[in-house]
């Protein structure tokens, strides 16, 4: 689930949620306001594989939240 396999595509697996979100992710933004631009894509799903997939980029260090914002993490 977390990782694609030959039974997982790419896009389904979190990984590939997490790009999603990524790519959404373009400035500061609510929880409800990211969900609103990614709930319709067919490979989030649901709102379970969201939360699923920020939680997975927040153990990568890749989004943080500040102020009950969600933000990209620049490396």
């Not at 490979?43 to 939360?51: K, L, M, P, S, W």
């Amino acid at each position: 689930m977390i990782l694609p396999n030959k039974y997982i595509q790419e896009r389904e697996s979190l990984i590939g949620v997490g790009s999603i979100l990524l790519e959404s992710l373009t400035a500061e933004s609510s929880i409800s306001v990211l969900w609103e631009s990614v709930k319709k894509s067919s490979y989030v799903g649901n709102y379970e594989r969201f939360v699923l997939g920020l939680d997975f980029l927040y153990m990568l260090g890749l989004v943080d939240i500040k102020e009950e914002q969600i933000i990209r993490v620049e490396r």
